[in-house]
């Protein structure tokens, strides 16, 4: 049964920064695409951030990039969000993806097979 856990979210004031953690179990990610989605009260499910297989390459949502960073530890099997100068806006819950289709970094919520449970992230003004 393949596993993914998302940990590190929390209550952070704006400006102020988090962590976010994913371990997958059950299956190796080392070949596939990893990502980060949120979705916050009211809206859909968004694309936050993605990682190809060996790292080399990351792709970002506009409202995140130079504030967010996402990196992943192929030995252990686990993929980060750094996140930055959070925002109220940031607010939401945040998903952690592994594809399963493709190796390189995507947006698309249609590459990610695997999905954690979620954490949640409040950012308060």
């Known amino acids: 049964q393949v596993q993914l856990v998302e940990s590190g979210g929390g209550l952070v004031q704006a400006g102020g920064s988090l962590r976010l953690s994913c371990s997958a179990s059950g299956r190796t990610f080392s070949s596939d695409a990893m990502g980060w989605f949120r979705q916050a009260p009211g809206k859909e499910r968004e694309f936050v951030a993605s990682i190809s297989w060996s790292g080399g390459s990351t792709f970002y949502a506009d409202g995140v990039k130079g504030r967010f960073a996402i990196s992943r530890d192929n030995v252990k099997n686990a993929q980060y969000l750094q996140m930055n100068s959070l925002r109220p806006e940031d607010t939401a819950v945040y998903y952690c993806?592994?594809?399963?289709?493709?190796?390189?970094?995507?947006?698309?919520?249609?590459?990610?097979?695997?999905w954690g449970q979620g954490t949640q992230v409040t950012v308060s003004s």
């Open positions: 993806a592994g594809s399963g289709t493709t190796r390189w970094a995507t947006s698309s919520p249609a590459q990610y097979k695997y």
